[in-house]
């Protein structure tokens, strides 16, 4: 075991709770017919229904007093509000002013935005691993992902720190052949495609200076560039600070853009950065065209203030070390049972290898995930598989500043619970939409 993963931090939270919201555990016969009423997708359980949801850590942060309180000071007029220029100075803190920096509605929006201006049909986009929104927007404009993920990532088993970083030399090798072809590289910062997995500052750099020798732009998505910046200075740089760290991560970018609604705290909103010299008008046009003012690209100015300090919190280290103990405490209670994760622990879930405990099934996820829902009204979501690809894996994402300790310990003791126990349905594919189907598939008992 990597030796990071056994710093679980028994200390107490670094905050106390002000605003409780109930919740509670439907029967099991009711459960039953939930989860089929869902047709055994998770993604389609009712959150009313479910006990502990794990699905996603997507727009599900509790806020903290300071953002609530500077929402109640928004000023919500249409162009150049004040939230806006707070924004900018609450990014400019971390990142410093070399990118002009736009509100949007939501990451996936921006990626809608940027790919469709950047990509034609018989473009290469080179990445480490996309996720499957991500592919399915550049896909949507004809062009191709080369995937170069550096070997150990294969190798789910192994410690290597890493396993978001960059194969170099392939990269070179692929910049040296299809230059022409190449539109840019896009780097997920943790990789939710590969476990919550980091990349080193040191590989960012390095592909920086590699995309600047061939005028290749370089796009960051830094959905969780707060948690990949503590990874990097726990098994990396230990004398750096967060925020140096963070400064160091998107000066490497051409472009960056941030789903706010993960690292950032907050329950929607996207931050694009477009580094200063580069041609940003045409841009500015489709955001007036598409999302509205450029000064709040679909959101309110209450939104922008709880995005401002969102971001300012999201680099606060004793949070971030509580919010990786967390996961961690999920990744050692399911490894200690021998059930099979990707190592080592990421930073925002741990991910169920279900294709290898259940390996003659054609959806291993869905089965696993519907048993423990089942078991103890524990929701987790499902990626990879038949829809895209690959293994398939039940994530179990943590939602930031919600859960306690307690609650991360009975998903933990269900899910092992259920596993051991080794009944699960066997499911066949009911409907399912022609792309993103591990999202809306549904599925009924084969005996059914």
Do not use: W
Request: proline residues 4%; charged residues 25%.
């Amino acid at each position: 075991m990597h030796n990071t993963q056994r710093k679980t931090n028994n200390l107490p939270p670094p905050f106390k709770t002000k605003v409780i919201e109930r919740i509670s555990l439907p029967s099991k016969e009711k459960r039953k017919q939930i989860i089929k009423d869902a047709g055994y997708n998770p993604f389609l359980i009712p959150a009313r229904d479910v006990f502990i949801d794990l699905l996603s850590d997507s727009g599900t942060s509790a806020l903290s007093k300071e953002q609530l309180s500077l929402s109640l000071l928004s000023d919500e007029s249409f162009a150049y509000q004040n939230g806006y220029y707070t924004f900018i100075d609450a990014i400019e803190k971390i990142i410093g002013k070399e990118f002009i920096t736009y509100p949007l509605h939501q990451g996936r929006g921006i990626e809608a935005l940027l790919f469709k201006g950047f990509l034609k049909r018989g473009d290469i986009v080179v990445s480490n691993a996309v996720f499957e929104t991500t592919a399915y927007h550049i896909e949507q404009t004809g062009a191709k992902i080369v995937n170069l993920p550096v070997d150990e990532s294969k190798d789910e088993g192994s410690d290597f720190p890493f396993k978001a970083n960059l194969n170099l030399g392939k990269l070179q090798d692929t910049l040296k052949k299809k230059m022409d072809n190449v539109a840019f590289i896009i780097l997920m910062l943790t990789d939710n495609n590969k476990g919550g997995q980091p990349i080193s500052l040191k590989n960012l750099e390095e592909i920086s200076q590699i995309s600047k020798k061939f005028k290749i732009p370089l796009i960051i998505d830094g959905a969780r560039f707060a948690e990949n910046a503590y990874l990097i200075k726990e098994r990396e740089f230990p004398k750096l600070s967060i925020k140096s760290i963070a400064k160091r991560i998107f000066s490497a970018a051409d472009i960056f853009y941030i789903s706010a609604k993960k690292d950032v705290l907050s329950p929607a909103g996207a931050i694009l950065g477009i580094r200063k010299g580069i041609d940003n008008k045409k841009l500015e046009e489709k955001i007036l065209a598409q999302e509205g003012f450029i000064t709040h690209g679909g959101l309110s100015d209450a939104d922008l203030m709880i995005i401002s300090q969102g971001f300012l919190e999201s680099l606060d280290e004793k949070y971030l070390r509580y919010r990786i103990s967390q996961v961690r405490r999920l990744y050692n209670m399911l490894n200690s049972e021998n059930i099979p994760v990707i190592h080592p622990c990421g930073g925002n879930g741990v991910y169920i290898i279900s294709s290898d405990i259940l390996p003659d099934r054609n959806f291993p996820g869905y089965e696993i995930g519907s048993a423990v829902y089942i078991e103890g009204g524990v929701r987790g979501s499902v990626f990879g598989g038949k829809f895209t690809g690959g293994k398939e894996y039940f994530r179990l994402a943590i939602p930031r500043r919600a859960y306690f300790n307690e609650h991360i310990d009975y998903a933990g003791k269900i899910i092992i619970k259920t596993i051991k126990k080794g009944k699960f349905p066997h499911l066949q594919l009911k409907e399912s939409p022609s792309a993103l189907g591990n999202f809306l598939a549904r599925f009924k008992m084969e005996s059914q």
